[in-house]
């Protein structure tokens, strides 16, 4: 179907006359595969910290690199200098790391292409902008801020959307040279010509503007010597030799300029795929300012990353399927670039649990990552309940281990376990002294059958025999219902009067804490 779709693409270009264009192009990759060696790239600015939008950029090119053999390549886009965020690079890399698509080059794992700060590359910037001038297809601009600010306002008042005027590409070389000389502040501006080519995005199709119509000359060399985004991005993917671009497609009307800056160095551009946007479910813009979508607020409520990675795919495109439950390496298998739809993906984070409860049943079902969740469990256990854990027996790997697989399906996350619907499970309940003196001579005799219940099954216990057990108990006690008779070993057990089923806490607990619990209920009781 994709063969035939960039098929069709090829004759739509045909009949709008553009195929002398289309067939002369160097970027041109009608009915194109992926082949070759397959390098792709995730470039933040470490301006914040890595956020739901950005993951879902890293998380395509990860997996578009996994697909085809090839690497992922984490690069940080630190030029301007003035936004840079403390801590923002190493949390960025941490986070994707934590989500489980690590990059295979980056600033802290090195590589053959490096370094992978920008910051680290003005040098490579500087002589690239020169080649561009001294070619003719870049010149040094003087203009001041202040000018460029009036301008600004200009086009504003008269309802025009502002844009330079290109007054510093018609300066001779002798004016240009005095100026230089003279040591006037200038930057440097790439000559944006007419005669764009098209080029055929992975996911748009074919794209073609006329960025010289619209636009003024670009900066692409600041007068602090950074270079921007529009030649730093070139510059880097050129030499870290990358193949295949898949970036927001907020990037996809500069494409166009951008491979004119290619065409004018004589390069090879990648080829490109613009991923469509990530908006919330009411089609508003996914935004940075909303605290809850950056990556370590996720991370410290206890989602599961592969949750993320699941719902951010999920709400989109680009798989085979779209069912809940899939993981890093299904994900991998059932993806095709041709499955990318132009649509913009609505994420509904109002969903996240179920897909947490899902992904976290699938953890405590494989032993080996169960045995994790058990660790990590015992160190929360201990940080929340301190001073009050009674018994160190709640720590064990096989107490906790009996607990998750009776609360699988259930949970969303361990810190579910911690609240205080989970407390009995750690503490032993307290009573009021009110509800220890409202047990009846009935209660009493209740509560010893449980015991000798208990006592007959030992350390055997099943939800499914203990509940029918309990039912007929509570039927043989004529005088209570059988709501009453569980809501009494409810409270005695745990002290709440919601949860699981008391057949779950028993066997959640086990036999031993079972009947010391429901031993100092009838001591209480008696002193009472």
Request: include cysteine; hydrophobic fraction near 35%; charge should be positive.
């Amino acid at each position: 179907m994709w063969f035939i779709q960039r098929c069709f693409q090829c004759l739509s270009a045909v009949r709008n006359r553009r195929v002398k264009l289309l067939l002369n192009s160097p970027v041109v990759r009608c009915c194109s595969t992926v082949q070759g060696e397959v390098r792709v790239r995730f470039a933040p600015s470490p301006t914040g910290f890595l956020h739901l939008g950005g993951l879902r950029t890293a998380l395509y090119n990860y997996i578009f690199a996994k697909k085809y053999g090839g690497s992922f390549i984490l690069r940080l886009e630190d030029t301007d200098q003035s936004r840079l965020v403390p801590g923002a690079a190493e949390s960025i890399e941490d986070m994707l790391e934590w989500a489980g698509v690590p990059p295979d080059e980056s600033p802290r794992r090195g590589g053959p292409v490096g370094p992978y700060f920008q910051s680290q590359r003005l040098d490579l910037y500087s002589q690239t902008a020169r080649q561009l001038v001294e070619s003719g297809h870049a010149y040094y601009c003087f203009c001041s801020s202040q000018r460029l600010e009036l301008l600004k306002k200009d086009a504003l008042r008269a309802g025009q959307t502002p844009r330079y005027d290109n007054r510093c590409r018609h300066l001779g070389a002798q004016q240009v040279q005095e100026k230089l000389a003279q040591g006037v502040p200038h930057v440097i501006r790439f000559r944006l010509e007419a005669g764009v080519e098209p080029f055929e995005d992975m996911i748009f199709g074919w794209n073609h503007h006329e960025v010289a119509q619209v636009e003024g000359d670009p900066v692409v060399m600041k007068a602090d010597g950074f270079p921007t985004y529009h030649l730093a991005n070139i510059v880097d993917d050129h030499y870290m030799r990358i193949s295949h671009v898949l970036r927001g497609s907020e990037w996809l009307i500069s494409t166009s300029k951008h491979l004119l800056m290619y065409r004018a160095l004589g390069w090879k551009p990648p080829t490109f795929g613009h991923l469509p946007l990530l908006m919330n479910k009411d089609g508003s813009k996914l935004s940075k300012r909303q605290g809850d979508v950056f990556i370590e607020s996720f991370q410290r409520d206890g989602v599961l990353p592969e949750a993320l990675l699941d719902i951010t795919t999920n709400c989109g495109s680009g798989f085979s399927t779209n069912r809940i439950g899939r993981r890093i390496d299904e994900l991998i298998s059932e993806f095709s670039p041709s499955k990318i739809t132009t649509h913009s993906a609505l994420l509904d984070l109002e969903k996240l649990p179920e897909f947490s409860r899902i992904h976290l049943q699938h953890r405590i079902e494989d032993e080996e990552r169960c045995r994790l969740l058990i660790k990590d469990l015992q160190g929360q256990i201990q940080q929340a309940y301190t001073a009050e854990i009674q018994d160190k027996e709640v720590l064990h790997e096989d107490y906790i281990r009996r607990v998750l697989h009776l609360r699988k399906g259930h949970i969303s996350s361990l810190k579910e376990l911690l609240s205080p619907t989970y407390s009995y499970l750690w503490v032993r309940p307290s009573l009021s002294s009110q509800q220890v003196a409202a047990l009846t001579a009935e209660a009493h005799h209740i509560v010893s059958s449980v015991l000798r219940l208990i006592a007959e099954q030992g350390e055997e216990l099943r939800v499914d025999k203990l509940s029918k057990d309990l039912k007929s108990l509570a039927k043989q006690t004529k005088a209570s219902k059988y709501s009453d008779v569980m809501k009494l070993l409810r409270l005695a057990l745990s002290g709440l009067q919601q949860g699981p089923s008391v057949a779950e806490m028993m066997v959640s607990l086990g036999s031993a804490e079972i009947s010391r619990r429901l031993q100092r209920l009838l001591v209480l009781s008696e002193t009472a």
